[in-house]
């Protein structure tokens, strides 16, 4: 029972760092230049459902429930996208990729500095999708908040992934980020293409800010602590690949939540408190940063490998 509860953590976890990988991966191969600041998009995500519960209360009998927050985080942060595309990559887009990758570190800094001003470093939590009851299934019981950030991610995910397979404007989109040349000489209109995926990769990390911020709550500094995930979920999936982002994502999580809880779920094991050490939560991030060099080293292309090598 311990296990599939933490399964259900891990994957709740997960399905939101995809969403910030995700948005990663889009920018990645709309323009071939990292965003360093999707990561503080999480963040600011996070901040703006506070901000967003707070300014519905007034109109709104108890407690804001989080899945009227997030449709309007999830719009804002999509707006706040394009701006943002318009100071971090327009201006430089005829410079080298390393101009941009500056540009958004640079920007992901006031965005971090402006949140500790208004807000203040103390971590803060957003209200729930649901409420923070818990789902019952014999013995097992599931908090409904990580039911529903499952359900919620997933049905993001798959969102993108029709819009991107079955609508003409995600085959603009896509055309864009294969070729941009030959996007622009067939009549698509590159920078609004462009423009377009900024907006939707802020819109999903906005989406995962307000999905984390609840349970794992949100500071001013988070920011660089999801853009690692999120680079490490692209390196572990591979470079360019969208389906790559999202498994390398979850397997980041599950591997956070599962292996400190190793000496719980087999005691007779790992129970010994002399290995209590090695279960440790530093112990996890430095196997898991092993195993990323190991990656590097073995299999340069990620688990999921690219048709074209690509480096930013």
């Known amino acids: 029972m311990l296990t599939l509860q933490l399964l259900a953590n891990g994957l709740a976890l997960g399905a939101a760092y995809a969403l910030c990988a995700l948005g990663f991966v889009l920018v990645l191969n709309a ?3 990292v965003n360093f600041t999707q990561g503080d998009m999480v963040m600011a995500g996070g901040f703006a ?7 519905l209360a007034p109109l709104w009998p108890g407690a804001v429930p989080g899945l009227v927050v997030l449709p309007v985080v999830t719009a804002g942060m999509a707006v706040l996208g394009v701006i943002f595309s318009l100071f971090a990559y327009f201006p430089l887009k005829s ?11 640079a920007l992901g800094i006031v965005f971090q500095n402006a949140a500790n001003a208004i807000w203040g470093p103390e971590p803060r939590a957003a209200p729930p999708l649901l409420d923070a009851s818990l789902v019952r299934f014999g013995e097992l019981a599931i ?6 950030v499952i359900v919620v991610a997933a049905a993001l995910i798959a969102g993108q992934h029709l819009l991107f397979s079955r609508t003409p404007l995600g085959r603009k989109m896509r055309a864009t980020a294969q070729d941009r040349t030959m996007a622009a000489a067939i009549g698509i209109d590159v920078n609004a293409m462009i423009a377009l995926t900024f907006a939707l990769a802020t819109a999903l990390a906005g989406a995962a800010g307000a999905l984390l911020s609840n349970t794992f709550f949100v500071t001013p500094s988070d920011g660089t602590n999801y ?4 680079y490490i979920a692209v390196t572990i999936g591979g470079w360019g690949s969208i389906a790559g982002a999202v498994a390398g994502a979850l397997l980041i999580a599950l ?5 400190p809880a190793l000496p719980l779920i087999v005691p007779a094991l790992f129970g010994s408190d002399a290995l209590g050490w090695l279960f440790s939560q530093t112990a996890a991030s430095i196997l898991l940063y092993a ?14 490998g690219e048709l074209v090598q690509r480096r930013a």
């Not at 410079?95 to 570190?105: E, F, G, N």
């Open 291 to 304: 195993v990323v060099l190991a990656i590097l080293f073995f299999r340069p292309q990620g688990l999921f």
């Open 143 to 148: 908090p409904k908040q990580s039911l529903a």
């Open 227 to 230: 853009i690692v995930k999120a």
């Open 31 to 33: 323009t071939g230049a």
């Open 255 to 259: 591997f956070e939540v599962i292996f």
């Open 95 to 105: 410079r080298p990729p390393v101009a941009t990758i500056i540009s958004t570190i």
């Open 49 to 55: 459902a506070i901000a967003t519960a707070a300014m």
